[in-house]
């Protein structure tokens, strides 16, 4: 856990922020700010900055298998996800996050 990082807390339970889904080593939660009707966030538990310093490939899977489970979970057949890496390419939170984002069921 990183003591001054957003998803850190939102993930050690300090806001009691709902998870929509959890695994062993990935939580999802709803993004605050959605920029479509569903708006989800899929974060790695421990605390890696962004992509480029991801370097678990069971964790790469289970990131990526999470995705499929959560959004089968929601009945969500079509979505886009997103992963921005780095100041410039407008990642704001470094906690690693994928975003999930779709249209109503
Ligand atoms: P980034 O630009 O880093 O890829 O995306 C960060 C995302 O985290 C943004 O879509 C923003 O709305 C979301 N976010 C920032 N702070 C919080 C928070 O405290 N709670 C939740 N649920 N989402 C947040
Ligand atoms: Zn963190």
Same mark, same amino acid.
């Given at each position: !856990?990183?003591? &001054?990082? %957003?998803?850190?807390?939102? %993930?050690? *339970?300090?806001?009691?922020? @709902?998870?929509?889904? @959890? +695994?062993?080593? +990935?939580?999802?939660?709803? &993004? %605050?700010?959605?920029?479509a009707?569903i708006?989800?966030?899929?974060?790695?538990?421990?605390?890696?900055?962004?992509?480029?310093?991801? @370097? &678990? /490939?069971?964790? !790469?899977?289970?990131?990526?298998?999470?995705?499929? &489970?959560?959004t /089968? /979970?929601?009945g969500l057949k079509s979505y886009q996800t997103? %992963?921005? +890496?780095? /100041?410039?390419? *407008?990642?704001?939170?470094?906690?690693?996050?994928?975003?999930i984002l779709g249209k109503e069921n």
């Amino acid at each position: !856990m990183s003591e &001054d990082c %957003i998803f850190c807390k939102i %993930i050690n *339970g300090e806001f009691n922020t @709902e998870f929509v889904y @959890e +695994t062993e080593n +990935t939580v999802v939660f709803k &993004d %605050i700010n959605p920029k479509a009707p569903i708006h989800l966030l899929v974060c790695p538990k421990a605390h890696i900055s962004s992509l480029n310093e991801l @370097e &678990d /490939k069971a964790l !790469m899977a289970e990131l990526l298998q999470t995705v499929k &489970d959560v959004t /089968k /979970k929601i009945g969500l057949k079509s979505y886009q996800t997103h %992963i921005n +890496t780095g /100041k410039e390419a *407008g990642q704001v939170v470094f906690h690693l996050h994928i975003h999930i984002l779709g249209k109503e069921n």
